[in-house]
């Protein structure tokens, strides 16, 4: 079932839901993608329009964030609860290693996906690393070529957005991964690079406000966030 906030359809699953749909997508022939939008996309597919349709074309749209649980709740399409990309595609890492299959790391600065591939196969044995990229480049070829060599099952592509939307959509027809996630900073997270909110913090549904306090200058980005949730206002006003 789907819920629709400011035009970004979700799908209405728990992180469960949304792992187990994961499988399935990897047990499927052909590619497919999944995306993990937040107010700050939802706020910028209002005017991009080749990402709002990266965003449709997703075989898998996962609420990331507490915004667009509060957004779906104002306007009236509850969302059952908030599924974080980074824990999402850690669990589906976790499911994939229990049988072997592998996942590629595609994305943050050179050194970062490497790191991250060696915390991960500490973290879950099992998992088969297929290869790393970092996601600093000109040209998209090589990178699918590398891919489409190591064939991985899961494919992460931690680009920042709209970039990593873009780029899934773009190369869907050439990429042989059974699925790729698009998850922001992950692989920063992942490496322990970045520091994740204490869990209190998570908790408390505050992840937002401790990374604007870790690193002050997304405070210009964050600001989407009370312009999405204006927006969600309006349209709940205007009762569209
Ligand atoms: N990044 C990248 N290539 C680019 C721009 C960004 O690989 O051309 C990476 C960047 O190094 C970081 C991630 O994309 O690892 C974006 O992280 P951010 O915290 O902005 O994403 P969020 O989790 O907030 O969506």
Redesign the pocket.
Known sequence: MKSEVLHVEFDNVTMEEAVDRAIELINEDGFKYAVTPNPEIVWLCRKDEELREAVSSAALVIPDGIGVIYGAKMLKRPLKEKVPGADFAERVISALAAEHKSVFLF???PG?AELAAEKLSEKYPGIVIAGTN???FSDDEPIIDKINAAKPDLLLV????P?QEKWMKKNADKLSAKLAIGL?????VYAGVVERAPEKWQKMNLEWLYRIVKQPKRIGRAMRLPAFMLAVLGERISGK
């Open positions: 994305g943050a600065k970062v970092d996601g600093y931690c680009l920042g957005a970039k922001g900073g992950s692989l920063d």
